[in-house]
C-alpha cells in the first residue's frame, strides 16, 4: 500500500452532504384531537356563552386542527365563580390528599405522554423529539415533584406556616404550552389555591386534552377551569374581581400592563417575561460543549425561549474559532417537518411571529451586521424560518437589545470578565444569562456579577421542578418551581 | 512526576482544549435520538459491515480460526449484497496464516502489535515485533500507547514511541489505541489524540481501545476523538481516520456511532478508509439485521452467531 | 444666653443636605411654638439620592455578612448614646414622654434584631436543588438594588426602621422618605447613622411631601423594589408606576394601622421581601 496522500489540504472542508441521508421518520402516534373544544369550567366542557369559536390551525402546515372556544367575560366570571365555590373544600383538603391527586396526574400524564408529544407538536410546531423528550416528561415531572410538596408545606417557611391564596388566574404562553401549564398548575394546587387558567390562543389544545386528565383523576370539579380565546379573554381573566393572585407568563409589554391593572386591588401578582440573554463564552471554555450550548440556547424550540441565549458574547481571542465551529455545526442542524424524529428546528409558532422574526432579521442586515444562513430547504408550507447567525454585532443594533423570540443569534465580542459583565447586564431585561469557562472560581465571580434569576455555566438551557425559575428587573416578579416558587402561591401567617 | 513534565501535560491539554464531560454525553445522547429507517437503515448497516474489522484476540486462537474469520470477513452472508468487511484484527502470529486466505481480496490484514494489550516492554521489542507482522503481510499495525509515560507526563516519550512504530510500519497504515479507559478523562483522551495525530500520515488511526480492559469504545470517547480529528484536520488538512474499539456489539450501537460520524466529520469520514469498527460480535448482528430489513421477519440470533451459549 | 439652634438637614450619599430646591417648610414643638425648618426635597433631590445609593450599592452587596452584622449593631450603639435625645424628637409632635419611650427601645432592639440576621438569612432562604440531571444547583438570595421607602407618618422612628433595615440588612441601599407629619426623627436618625459605620449612601433620608415625591417614587426605574405605606391612591400610583419598570412592591395600606411593635413586623420574610433569588447550573464531571 502506497503511501497514502492528503486529497486535497488547502479545501479543509468538511462535507455535510447527502451520502447517508436520514429517511423521512414521522411520528406516527395519532394526537386524538378532537374536531371542536368547549371551554372547561367546573368539571365539564362547556360551549361558550359567546356562541363563537376560533380555528386552531397546525403552524407545520398551516391546517386546522380544530375549533376553539372563545370565551367571553360571562364564561370566565363562570369560570371564576366555581373556581371559588371549588375552594372553600379544596383547600381545606389535607394536604397528604391534594398530593394524591397532584401525584395521579402527574402518572396520567405519563401514560398519555406520546399522545401529548404528538398534539404539542402539531399545534405548537416544535420538534416531535422536544415536545417527547422535554415538554411531556418535564410537565409530568412538575406535577410529581409539587405532589410531593403539598402535605409538607410546613417546612418551607421557618416561623410562618403557608396559606392557599384564593382562586388564582394563570394565563400562559404559546411556546411551551403544556409545560407552563405544568408550571403553574401544579404549585397553585400543592398549595391549596384553585385556578382559573387561559391557554395561548395559538396553543390550546394541550391545556384542553389535559382537561380531560382532570377529569380521569377525579379532581373536584371547579378546582381548575380552562378559558380559552385571545387577549380580551386574558384581560377578563385578569380584571375578574375573584381573583385573588395573576400569574402571567409571556411578553414583557403585557406583563407591564397587568402589573398596572392590578394597581389598587391588592391582588398578587407574579410575570415570568422576556429575556435578552447573555451566553459568555471565554477563551478557556470547552469550546466544542460551549458551541452545542449555543446551538441548544437559540435553537432549542426555534427560538421561542424566553430565557433564550440570544446575545452570544466571545472572548475576542476565540471568537473566530466559535464563529467558525458555530457555521459548521448549522450545516448538521436540521431545519423541517416537526413531526420528524430528525428535526432539530421545526415550525416558527405563527404567521405573526415568523412576520416579526422577520423584520428584525432585515434590520439587522440594515443595521449592518453580517448574516449567515446554512443552505438549507423549508418546507413549501407552513411557517419556518431558517436557523440564523449575525456576527459583527454592536451593542446597539436592535438585533442586541430586541427580544426576536426565533431562532437569530446575535454574536458580540469582549475582552475582560469585567466587560463581559458589563455588556451582559446592559438590558432592562434580567432573565438567565450562561457562563462557559474551565476556571472554577470565574465561574462564582461572573455568576455574582451577573443580574440575572439563573446563571448556567458550562451549560445552557437546563430546566427542572425543584430548580427555582424566574428573573430580574424587566424579566419577571417571583419565581417558579423549587422551594422558592411555593412562596409566590401563599400567604405566609405568624406562627403563633 | 516531575515539574517539567507536569507542565508539559499541561500545556498540551491548554493547547488542545478542555472537553466537559456532562457536555459531551449530552450531545452523543442527542445522537441516539436519531431515527434510522428504511433505506437510511439499510445503507447504514451495510456501511457498517464494510467498517467491520473483525477481530479475534484469544490466546486460544488457532490457523483454524483464523480460516474461518477470513472466510466470514470475505462473506458475511450467503446473501451476496452483504459486502465484505473492511479487515480481519489478529495477533501477530496469526498474520501469516490469515494471509493465505485474505491476500488478493479486499479484505485486509490487521494485526495488533508491540506488545499489545500491556505496551510494557521494551522498545526495541516492539519494534521488533511490528516489523515481524509486516514481513508476515499485515496490512495494518494496531499498536497501543505507553499509558504509564503518558500519565507521568513524559509526552515527548509517548510521542517518540509512536513515531518508531510508525517508521517500522513503513507504508503499512498505523493505527494508534489510547487505551481510554486508562486515561479515564475526556480532558486526557483529547490530549492523547492530539499527541498521537501530531506525528500520524494522512490516513492513519487513532483508536480508542485495545478490548482488554474493563471499558471500551463508549459513545463519549469515540465524541471526544471525532472531535479532535476534526479539529486537527481544520489545522493542518491531515484527515486522520477514526476506530472505535470493544463494547459495540448491536446493529443499533454501530448506527449511533456511524450517525456521530456523519454529524461531526460529514460525508468524507463515512468510508472504511477513515472510520472502522474493531468488534467481534457486531457482524452478527449487523447481518441479522440486514436479513431482517430484506425479509420483513425478525431473525433468532444463533443463525448468525458461533456462540455456543446462544439461547 | 440664647440657644444655638439645629438647621436640619437631610442626610443624603453621607452628607447633611438641604433641598436643591431651598424649599422648607416650619415645624412646631408639641406646645405649638417654631420649632425648625424642614427640607422639602423635590424629585431632584430623590434623584440625587438614587444616585447616591447607587454608587454605595456594590460596596455594600458584596461585603461579608459578619461585617454588615457588626455595622448594623454599631447603629444600634448609636441609638443608644443618643437614645434620649431621640426620645424627646419623637415627643415633639405630642406624643408622650413613655410612648416615645417605648418607640426608641423598640427601634433599638429592631435595629439588633436585624444585626444578626446578616449572616443567617441566606442559610434559610437559599438552597441546594436536587436536580435530576448531573448538575450541582444551587440557589442563594442577592439583593435587588436599590429600594424606595415611603415611611408612614405614625411612628416616625419605628415605622421608618422596619422598612429600611430588612432592606439593607439584605445588601440593598435605601432611599426614604420619612414621616410627613413628624419628620424630624429622622433628621436625628441621619445624624446617628452617620456616626454609625454604615457607610454614606447606603441609607439615605429624605424629609418633604409624599405628594409631591410618591410619583418619582413610582417611576424612578433605578428603584429595583419599593416598600410604602400608603393609602388606596397612593398605593394604586405607587403601582402604575412602577409596571414600567416592573419594581418588586411591597405595599401596606394606610388605613387600617399597622402594630409596628409586632413581632411579625420583623424577621426574614421582611428581609426577603426585597432579595431575588439566583440559581446556578453547573455539570458535575471530571
Known amino acids: 500500500m502506497p503511501v497514502k496522500k492528503s486529497t486535497c489540504p488547502a479545501a479543509r472542508e468538511l462535507l455535510f452532504g447527502d451520502l447517508w441521508e436520514y429517511d423521512p421518520a414521522p411520528e406516527s402516534a395519532p394526537a386524538f384531537i378532537e374536531p371542536r373544544y368547549g371551554l372547561f369550567i367546573n368539571g365539564k366542557f362547556v360551549a361558550p356563552k359567546t356562541k363563537k369559536y376560533f380555528d386552531s390551525i397546525s403552524p407545520r402546515n398551516e391546517e386546522k386542527l380544530s375549533e376553539i372556544a372563545l370565551a367571553g367575560a360571562a364564561d370566565v366570571d363562570a369560570a371564576y365563580q366555581a373556581a371559588s365555590a371549588a375552594f372553600t373544600s379544596w383547600s381545606k383538603l389535607p394536604g397528604t390528599e391534594r398530593a394524591k391527586y397532584l401525584f395521579r396526574i402527574a402518572r396520567l400524564l405519563q401514560d398519555r405522554a406520546r399522545e401529548f408529544a404528538v398534539a404539542e407538536t402539531l399545534d405548537g410546531g416544535k420538534p416531535i423529539t422536544e415536545s417527547r423528550d422535554f415538554d411531556v416528561p418535564m410537565a409530568a415531572a412538575h406535577f410529581f415533584y409539587h405532589a410531593g410538596w403539598a402535605d409538607k408545606l410546613g417546612y418551607v417557611t421557618p416561623g410562618r406556616k403557608l396559606t392557599p391564596l384564593g382562586v388564582v388566574g394563570q394565563i400562559i404562553p404559546w411556546n411551551f404550552p403544556l409545560l407552563m401549564l405544568a408550571w403553574k398548575l401544579a404549585p397553585a394546587l400543592a398549595t391549596g389555591n384553585t385556578v382559573v387558567l387561559k391557554p395561548a390562543e395559538t396553543t390550546s389544545i394541550t391545556a384542553l386534552k389535559f382537561a380531560s386528565i382532570l377529569q380521569d383523576a377525579g379532581l373536584p370539579p371547579g378546582v381548575v377551569n380552562i378559558v380559552t380565546g385571545a387577549g380580551e379573554t386574558g384581560a377578563a381573566v385578569v380584571n375578574h374581581p375573584l381573583a385573588a393572585k395573576i400569574a402571567f407568563t409571556g411578553s414583557t409589554e403585557v406583563g407591564k400592563s397587568i402589573q398596572r391593572a392590578l394597581a389598587g386591588t391588592g391582588k398578587r401578582l407574579t410575570l415570568e417575561l422576556g429575556g435578552k440573554t447573555a451566553n459568555i463564552i471565554f477563551e478557556d471554555a470547552p469550546l466544542d460543549q460551549a458551541v452545542e450550548g449555543i446551538i441548544n440556547g437559540i435553537f432549542f424550540n426555534q427560538g421561542h425561549v424566553c430565557c433564550a441565549g440570544s446575545r452570544l458574547l466571545v472572548q475576542e481571542s476565540v471568537a473566530g474559532q466559535i464563529l467558525s465551529k458555530l457555521k459548521i455545526r448549522l450545516k448538521s442542524l436540521r431545519t423541517g417537518d416537526p413531526l420528524d424524529k430528525n428535526t432539530d428546528v421545526g415550525a416558527i409558532n405563527s404567521q405573526a411571529q415568523l412576520d416579526r422574526i422577520r423584520e428584525l432579521v432585515a434590520c439587522g442586515v440594515a443595521e449592518g451586521a453580517e448574516l449567515y444562513q446554512p443552505d438549507c430547504e423549508l418546507p413549501k408550507k407552513g411557517f419556518y424560518f431558517p436557523p440564523t447567525l449575525f456576527s459583527k454585532v454592536a451593542m446597539s443594533h436592535r438585533i442586541a437589545r430586541d427580544e426576536i423570540f426565533g431562532p437569530v443569534l446575535s454574536i458580540l465580542t469582549f475582552r475582560t470578565p469585567e466587560e463581559a459583565g458589563e455588556k451582559a447586564n446592559n438590558t432592562c431585561y434580567g432573565l438567565s444569562a450562561g457562563v462557559w469557562t474551565d476556571k472554577g472560581s470565574r465561574i462564582l465571580k461572573m455568576s455574582a456579577a451577573l443580574k440575572a434569576g439563573i446563571v448556567w455555566a458550562n451549560s445552557f438551557n437546563k430546566f427542572d421542578p425543584a430548580s427555582p425559575f424566574g428573573g430580574y428587573r424587566e424579566s419577571g416578579l417571583g419565581r417558579e418551581g423549587g422551594k422558592q416558587g411555593l412562596l409566590d402561591y401563599a400567604n405566609l401567617i405568624q406562627v403563633p | 512526576m516531575s515539574t517539567r513534565n507536569f507542565h508539559a501535560l499541561r500545556g498540551l491539554l491548554n493547547d488542545v482544549g478542555a472537553v466537559d464531560q456532562v457536555g459531551i454525553d449530552e450531545r452523543v445522547a442527542k445522537f441516539a435520538t436519531r431515527s434510522i429507517k428504511k433505506n437510511a437503515k439499510v445503507f447504514g448497516l451495510k456501511l457498517a459491515v464494510t467498517m467491520v474489522d473483525l477481530t479475534t484476540l484469544e490466546g486460544k486462537d488457532t490457523p483454524g480460526k483464523i480460516a474461518s474469520l477470513c472466510q466470514k470477513a470475505l462473506r458475511p452472508h450467503d446473501a451476496t449484497d452483504i459486502p465484505p468487511t473492511a479487515a480481519v484484527c489478529v495477533y501477530p502470529s496469526m498474520v501469516k496464516h490469515a494471509a493465505k486466505h485474505l491476500r488478493g481480496t479486499p479484505v485486509k490484514i490487521a494485526s495488533v502489535a508491540a506488545a499489545f494489550p500491556s505496551s510494557q516492554t521494551p522498545l526495541r521489542t516492539r519494534i521488533a515485533e511490528v516489523r515481524a507482522a509486516v514481513a508476515d503481510g499485515a496490512d495494518e499495525i494496531d499498536m497501543v500507547i505507553n499509558r504509564g509515560a503518558f500519565l507521568a507526563g513524559e509526552l515527548q516519550l509517548v510521542q517518540d514511541e509512536i513515531s518508531a512504530v510508525l517508521e517500522a510500519c513503513g507504508d503499512r497504515t498505523l493505527k494508534v489505541i489510547l487505551e481510554t479507559s486508562e486515561l479515564e478523562t475526556y480532558d486526557n483522551i483529547r490530549a492523547a489524540s492530539f499527541l498521537a495525530m501530531r506525528v500520524l500520515r494522512p490516513g492513519d488511526f487513532i483508536k480508542t481501545s485495545t478490548g482488554k480492559t474493563s471499558a471500551n469504545a463508549t459513545p463519549g470517547n469515540n465524541q471526544v476523538m471525532l472531535e479532535a480529528i476534526r479539529d486537527h484536520f481544520l489545522a493542518t488538512g491531515i484527515e486522520i481516520a477514526m476506530k472505535p474499539a470493544g463494547g459495540i456489539r448491536t446493529a443499533k450501537q454501530a448506527l449511533h456511532f456511524l450517525v456521530a460520524v456523519k454529524e461531526t466529520l460529514g460525508d468524507a469520514w463515512l468510508t472504511n478508509t477513515r472510520y472502522r469498527f474493531g468488534a467481534s460480535a457486531l457482524l452478527n448482528d449487523l447481518v441479522r439485521q440486514l436479513v431482517k430489513e430484506k425479509t420483513g421477519a425478525y431473525q433468532a440470533p444463533y443463525t448468525f452467531s458461533e456462540s455456543s451459549s446462544a439461547y | ?286
Open chain 3, 1 to 286: 444666653m440664647l440657644k444655638i439652634t439645629k438647621t436640619p438637614k437631610c442626610y443624603v450619599g453621607g452628607s447633611f443636605i438641604r433641598s436643591e430646591s431651598g424649599r422648607v417648610a416650619p415645624i412646631k414643638d408639641a406646645s405649638g411654638a417654631f420649632f425648625a425648618n424642614i427640607p422639602l426635597c423635590t424629585r431632584k433631590d430623590l434623584r440625587n439620592a438614587v444616585e447616591a445609593a447607587a454608587k454605595a450599592g456594590p460596596g455594600w452587596a458584596t461585603r461579608n455578612a459578619y461585617n454588615r452584622g457588626q455595622v448594623l449593631y454599631r447603629l444600634a450603639e448609636m441609638l443608644e448614646a443618643r437614645a434620649a435625645e431621640m426620645s424627646d424628637a419623637i415627643s415633639l409632635s405630642g406624643i408622650s414622654k413613655k410612648d416615645a419611650n417605648r418607640e426608641v427601645r423598640a427601634s433599638i432592639e429592631r435595629v439588633v434584631h436585624y444585626a444578626g440576621w446578616t449572616d443567617k438569612f441566606q442559610a434559610l432562604l437559599g438552597s441546594v436543588n436536587p436536580v435530576a440531571s448531573s448538575h450541582f444547583n444551587f440557589t442563594v438570595t442577592e439583593p435587588m438594588g436599590i429600594i424606595g421607602v415611603v415611611a408612614p407618618d405614625e411612628k416616625p422612628l419605628l415605622g421608618l426602621l422596619s422598612l429600611v433595615l430588612p432592606a439593607i440588612t439584605g445588601g440593598n441601599t435605601a432611599v426614604a422618605l420619612a414621616s410627613g407629619t413628624q419628620p424630624y426623627p429622622s433628621i436625628l436618625l441621619g445624624e446617628m447613622l452617620a456616626t454609625s459605620d454604615l457607610p454614606r449612601g447606603v441609607v439615605n433620608l429624605l424629609t418633604g411631601r409624599r405628594d409631591e415625591l410618591i410619583p418619582t417614587f413610582a417611576t424612578h426605574a433605578h428603584l429595583r423594589g419599593l416598600a410604602a405605606v400608603g393609602n388606596l391612591d397612593e398605593r394604586k400610583a405607587l403601582q402604575i408606576g412602577a409596571s414600567d419598570s416592573v419594581k418588586r412592591l411591597k405595599l401596606i395600606p394606610s388605613e387600617t394601622p399597622t402594630d409596628w411593635f409586632a413581632e411579625n413586623a420583623q424577621g426574614l420574610y421582611e428581609i426577603r421581601d426585597h432579595l431575588e433569588a439566583k440559581t446556578t447550573w453547573h455539570p458535575i464531571g471530571a
